[in-house]
């Protein structure tokens, strides 16, 4: 499966951006997606994860309550809507699509990722 990540930019501290990751192929309902995030001089780090079917989620602690993970395997896409953004959640932002159904917070889990897209949340 191939990813790719889009709906970036440049907000102010407290606004809001949705990003969609389509991935193109076949069983795009087969992976568990995830987004990860890797900030300058970090290692990326895990973001959320949602389930095959979608009704499962798990959140990194910075992410819960502000984050919501959903997918729409009709059509192929993965959304991340953050809200209440902090200028410390400035980072680029990847999808992954683990195929064995796994997920998890580990990014080794996921062999398909995305190319990110930048997020920079100015205070």
């Known amino acids: 499966v191939q990813l790719q990540a889009f709906g970036g930019g440049q907000v102010q501290a407290g606004d809001s951006l949705t990003l969609a990751c389509t991935a193109s192929?076949?069983?795009?309902?087969?992976?568990?997606m995830g987004w990860f995030r890797q900030a300058p001089g970090k290692e990326r780090e895990f973001v959320a994860v949602i389930s095959r079917g979608g009704n499962r989620t798990s959140y990194s602690d910075s992410a819960k309550g502000r984050f919501t993970i959903s997918r729409d395997n009709a059509k192929n896409t993965v959304f991340l809507q953050m809200n209440a953004l902090e200028a410390e959640d400035t980072a680029v932002y990847y999808c992954?699509?683990?195929?064995?159904?796994?997920?998890?917070?580990?990014?080794?889990?996921?062999?398909?990722w995305g190319q990110g897209t930048q997020v920079t949340v100015s205070s």
């Open positions: 192929g076949r069983n795009f309902s087969s992976n568990v």
């Open positions: 992954g699509a683990d195929p064995t159904g796994y997920g998890g917070r580990w990014s080794g889990q996921y062999p398909h």
